[in-house]
């Protein structure tokens, strides 16, 4: 019997590069059990809640929302979204201040959603930074427009903020990178404990096949990634999915989990996470 699983993740193109190969049917899923995926698209704060009400199978997340949701799901060893030296970037109208920290705390910031992790990266950055929630792909729209002075900018609008005359105030994967030593993991693919090891298996070795044959595949995984690269030529979209799609989505390795625990240690000692979380691996379990 098939089992039909609920895969969900990001209208963006670096994962819809990353699941590609396993959404055009370009890999097999006819193993024991056969495996039917349902691709579901929403922006990451969507998912988030999604995951916390235990709703999907197997769904993207930020590491910051997985602080609230890692009884019921783990991690999948392969997946991730993680800036090496790069990351959600603070952007404004206003010049870029000498003191980013400082100025941050005297403005109101537009951030994607509450559990993102770049609204962490930003409270561990400026704990007193105040915020408001405005959609991920609305945020350049409310800073170019006067609506709010500084916006917190995630998936593409990282490379196209410029073309609106806006000016960088801080990366926060620089940040981060400089305080640390470590990348900045942004987000990961989480699979609900519930399915049972013998089909978690199946489902981490269809995600890593589906990653790998997009990245030894890249004209034709682009071409399907530039349908959702908003605003961004070609070139720009190829930058973007190397951002996001490489040796630290094919497998983590020590680095990658290294730099996931250093967040969620990070996360509470500031009290920003309201207990200590170990991130937990399927091949951990």
């Known amino acids: 019997m098939t089992v039909r699983l609920r895969v ?15 959404a055009a049917g370009k890999i097999a899923t006819t193993g024991h059990p056969p495996r039917e995926y349902v691709h579901e698209l929403a922006d990451i704060e969507t998912l988030n809640r999604r995951a916390l009400a235990g709703e999907l199978e197997i769904t993207a997340v930020s590491f910051h929302a997985y602080a609230y949701l890692h009884e019921r799901y783990a991690l999948l060893p392969h ?30 910031v537009a951030i994607p959603g509450e559990r993102t992790t770049a609204a962490l990266a930003l409270r561990l950055f400026q704990p007193a930074a105040r915020t408001t929630i405005v959609p991920f ?5 409310a800073v170019a427009s006067g609506k709010a002075d500084v916006g917190l900018l995630i998936h593409e609008g990282q490379l196209t903020y410029a073309d609106r005359g806006l000016t960088l105030w801080q990366d926060l994967g620089a940040w981060w990178k400089h305080e640390t030593g470590l990348p900045l993991p942004l987000g ?12 978690i298996r199946e489902v981490s070795r269809d995600l890593r096949a589906s990653i790998v044959y997009g990245l030894r595949h890249r004209a034709e995984a682009l071409a399907h990634a530039g349908q959702y690269a ?5 070139g720009r979209t190829d930058t973007f999915v190397g951002m996001y799609v490489n040796d630290f989505t094919v497998d983590y ?28 691996f399927v091949d951990d379990a």
């Open 188 to 199: 990961g693919n989480v699979v609900r404990k519930d399915l049972g090891a013998a089909l």
């Open 230 to 234: 908003r605003g961004m030529d070609a």
């Open 8 to 22: 969900a993740h990001s209208p963006d193109s670096d994962d819809a590069f990353m699941f590609y190969a396993l």
């Open 137 to 141: 792909d609305l945020i350049e729209d």
């Open 79 to 108: 997946g991730a979204s993680i800036g090496d030296g790069y990351g959600p970037r603070l952007v404004s109208r206003l010049p870029a201040p000498t003191d980013p920290r400082a100025a941050i705390a005297r403005h109101t």
């Open 253 to 280: 390795g020590p680095t990658g989990r290294a730099a996931v625990q250093r967040l969620l240690d990070a996360a509470f000692a500031a009290r920003i996470i309201p207990a200590p979380v170990t991130a937990t």
